[in-house]
């Protein structure tokens, strides 16, 4: 009866979570939503965008601190550097190898040092992201630098999009042996150990579901990895809906 208790407790707790959040999620058909990719080494400066970023995030605005949840997916295949031979060799498999490693992932966990705990519109609120990135098949924790603006929904946002409205930016440094990716010979010089990324979205509440992780329905979904990206178990926060084993509410 105790353990029947605790899971119910549990449960109750896990609703009002994110009940109290709200989800947004960014069109990744909106090609303003990029990621930048910037080399500065001693011979040459390269700079990648890719386009078609697809992220989910599930914050609550009266306390962002407050369980987090969200995924940044950046599809490899899409960075373009204005030399198409360039684009080639970075998807190939001795660099990114985009066919096997589609994409580089963040996955938030957490949210601290917040200039604000409140998201107010039109306000700028600075913060460091917690989590998990993840290329080139390894994943690392890192902590990230981040602008989190909110707008509620009015004539001027929707020119952009319906719905409220997050604006995210965020910039930060990565090594490539970190992640696997060695440097060929033949164009030392030419790449730098250390690349910056930058990342701009603007996600939007007005067709987003429970899942900060995905735009499929939680509670319908038998198969756990479709419907719940951020882990395999379905007891994870990051699904809310699926606290049975069968992924059913």
């Not at 119910?8 to 990029?34: C, E, M, P, Y």
């Not at 373009?80 to 589609?102: F, M, Q, V």
């Not at 440094?173 to 030392?188: A, F, Q, T």
Request: net charge positive; aromatic share 6%.
């Amino acid at each position: 009866m105790k353990t029947i208790k605790n899971i119910f407790v549990l449960t109750l707790f896990l609703i009002g979570i994110h009940l109290s959040a709200q989800t947004f999620s960014a069109d990744s058909k909106d090609a303003r939503n990029l990621a930048h990719f910037t080399s500065d080494a001693p011979f040459e400066k390269i700079v990648g965008l890719s386009s078609g970023l697809d992220a989910t995030v599930m914050i609550n605005k009266d306390d962002i601190t407050k369980s987090p949840k969200g995924m940044v997916k950046v599809p490899i295949a899409n960075i373009k550097t204005g030399i198409d031979l360039r684009d080639e060799h970075l998807r190939s498999k001795d660099w990114l190898n985009a066919e096997k490693y589609p994409f580089a992932e963040f996955q938030l966990k957490e949210i601290k040092n917040a200039s604000s705990k409140q998201l107010v519109d039109g306000k700028k609120v600075k913060a460091t992201l917690i989590g998990t990135f993840s290329v080139h098949g390894v994943s690392k924790d890192i902590e990230v630098p981040a602008v989190l603006t909110y707008f509620k929904e009015s004539d001027q946002t929707k020119t952009k999009t319906g719905g409220n409205l997050l604006v995210a930016n965020t910039e930060f440094d990565i090594k490539l042996s970190d992640y696997g990716i060695k440097i060929p010979s033949m164009v030392v010089g030419k790449v730098n150990e250390e690349v910056k990324i930058t990342v701009n979205f603007v996600a939007s509440d007005a067709n987003s579901g429970m899942n900060p992780c995905a735009a499929c329905n939680p509670c319908g979904m038998k198969t756990e990895g479709k419907c719940n990206p951020c882990s395999m178990k379905n007891e994870n926060p990051c699904n809310p809906c699926a606290m049975k084993k069968d992924g059913k509410s």
